[in-house]
């Protein structure tokens, strides 16, 4: 069956957030006189909602306070700061050219996903977007998928899942949806990515999206 829809995840994806979310953490550890882990200690969070990082990585903290701190930050500088991945917004827009389904499911809240997709001129070009707020259940859950495909009126067996952490690859596979991991965010995990849970596809350049369908529709 040939692949005609693709979901995308938001940050580390399609938005360059890495620069804002790491500063965001570090100004919530600041705030709390807590010390700064490395940044790969907080890489590893990516893809997790919020709060369900927030509260592992400041138990004695109320969740409210810790992600009001980060949100702070992230508000102040967002809009300003965010900027799309080189070659993504092009894509989007040549997958709809293409006849695709085009959708986002993203565990940001929808108000920032929405200033990023509108910075990028691309909500058009989407015939689904699934935030937080839509889910009661989140990555690695399968529901951001499952909620996506449905609204986009697409089998599983037809759709992919791109995204830059095991949080949206698991998600993807638990929906029963092959999964593309992308290497433009951070660096891959080698052993992630090619162990027994890893994505079926891997690709460095968001045109090779294209490419990669291609090979698949054939």
Not at 51 to 68: C, L, N, Q, R
Not at 198 to 211: S, V
Request: aromatic share 8%; glycine share 6%; with cysteine.
């Amino acid at each position: 069956m040939s692949i005609n829809t693709v979901i995308f995840d938001f940050d580390g994806t399609l938005a360059d957030t890495n620069g804002m979310v790491i500063s965001s953490w570090q100004y919530t550890y600041d705030m709390l006189g807590v010390e700064r882990p490395s940044e790969e200690v907080i890489f590893g969070t990516f893809g997790e909602p919020l709060p369900i990082s927030m509260e592992k990585a400041f138990p004695d903290v109320p969740v409210d306070k810790s992600v009001g701190l980060y949100r702070e930050n992230m508000n102040r500088i967002f809009e300003e700061k965010i900027e799309a991945f080189p070659g993504t917004v092009e894509l989007i827009k040549a997958l709809k050219a293409r006849g695709c389904k085009v959708g986002v499911a993203t565990s940001r809240m929808k108000e920032t996903t929405m200033i990023g997709l509108r910075k990028f001129g691309v909500v058009e070009y989407l015939d689904a977007i699934v935030t937080m707020e839509d889910t009661t259940k989140h990555k690695p859950d399968p529901e951001p998928v499952l909620i996506s495909l449905k609204k986009l009126d697409a089998k599983a067996e037809e759709a992919l899942m791109i995204g830059d952490s095991m949080f949206d690859i698991k998600c993807a596979h638990n929906a029963g949806v092959k999964a593309v991991l992308v290497s433009w965010a951070q660096a891959v995990n080698e052993e992630e990515k090619n162990g027994p849970e890893g994505p079926e596809f891997y690709i460095e350049k968001a045109e090779d999206l294209l490419t990669l369908l291609e090979k698949e529709n054939a």
